[in-house]
């Protein structure tokens, strides 16, 4: 009888850390351990890494956060100019260990999926080999699900869908042959949650984690690593450039220095973090959103409730950190 008593108190002990800890932290609760007390990124020094979607918000931060532990980079965007920006910016941050050979830069529109392999064999002619592969390049979407136009859909999961597939087949390719290699993706805590008016982004952002964790799945026991990256709201353009419900059409949308996010930097160290750590699955956000992610999975009942009665404008708001006021009056507002 003191034998369970002693693991049920063990139990409870625990489940109060981490309440407690997920409150805390701006990560999941082994995430912020790691970046405290695991591998520092100083461990990739030397490592190749590819990223796509350098050339701003949370990929840029990514590259400077691998820069200053010393890591090798290919720097990939459809925007060459930024793209040397972010290349001047690491060579500074890396502090003397990286010079204009250790950062190769490929302007590469991810969409075009015949172009993957000349890109990715580039950046192997160039350094020999690659370690890591970034699948950061994404758009995401502010819209009603119901009006959501078909074609919007389709180019949602052209972009962060099928595009990271087919560039992580490529570079498995290359990691098969030298049995081993880390494949990252950055999803989003709408991958783990449903976020409402993001239909298209959320259902693309779920797919990424079942392509994925099929992955990991085939790879266990091997020295092919998956890693899913997922960011709560982030301060980067992404509101600005995010996809509506109609096809060619941009949000427009903006932040303010004021709202509750993330910044691009702390993403980017975080991401650096479960990296070197070969963490699974990662999440990020600021408080109420470790909680709730947490309460969604192991209290999935209780996370609907909860849900039931704050409404999807509380997730909105959330999430944008400004009142849903419907998305016509919206973009006539920014
Ligand atoms: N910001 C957030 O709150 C948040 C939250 C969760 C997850 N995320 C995820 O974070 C990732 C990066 O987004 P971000 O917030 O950093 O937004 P961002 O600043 O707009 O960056 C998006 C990046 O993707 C690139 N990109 C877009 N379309 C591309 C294409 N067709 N080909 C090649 N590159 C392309 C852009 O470069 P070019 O325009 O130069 O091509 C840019 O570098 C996305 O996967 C997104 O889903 C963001």
Known sequence: MLFFGIIGFGVFLYGCFYTLASVIFDCDVRLGFLDKFGKSPRRLKGKVAFITGASSGIGEHTAYALAKAGVKLVLTARRSLELQRVKQQCIVVSNGQLEEKDILVIPMDVLDLSSHKTHFQHAIRHFGHVDILINNAGRSQRANWENIDITVDRQMFELN??????????????????????????????????????????????????????????????????????????????????????????????????????????????????????????????????????????????????????????????????????????????
């Open 161 to 334: 869908v099928f595009a990271v597939v087919n560039l992580s087949r490529v570079a498995l390719e290359h990691f098969n042959k030298r049995g081993q290699g880390h494949l990252a993706v950055v999803s989003s805590l709408a991958g783990i949650l449903g976020a409402p008016f993001s239909g298209s982004y959320t259902g693309a952002k779920h797919a990424i984690h079942g392509y994925f964790n099929g992955l990991r799945a085939e790879k266990l026991g091997t020295q092919i690593h998956v890693t899913l990256l997922c960011p709560g709201p982030t301060f980067t353009n992404f509101l600005a450039e995010a996809f509506t419900d109609k096809d060619g059409e941009k949000h427009h949308g903006s932040t303010k220095p004021t709202d509750k996010r993330m910044t691009a930097e702390r993403c980017g160290h975080l991401n650096a973090v479960a990296i070197v750590n070969k963490v699974g699955e990662a999440w990020m956000g600021l408080f109420p959103l470790m909680p709730m992610v947490y309460v969604s999975i192991y209290f999935p009942n209780l996370y609907s409730l909860g849900m039931r009665i704050l409404g999807p404008q509380y997730l909105y708001k959330l999430r944008d950190s400004k009142e849903y006021t419907g998305f016509t009056e919206m973009s006539k507002t920014e």
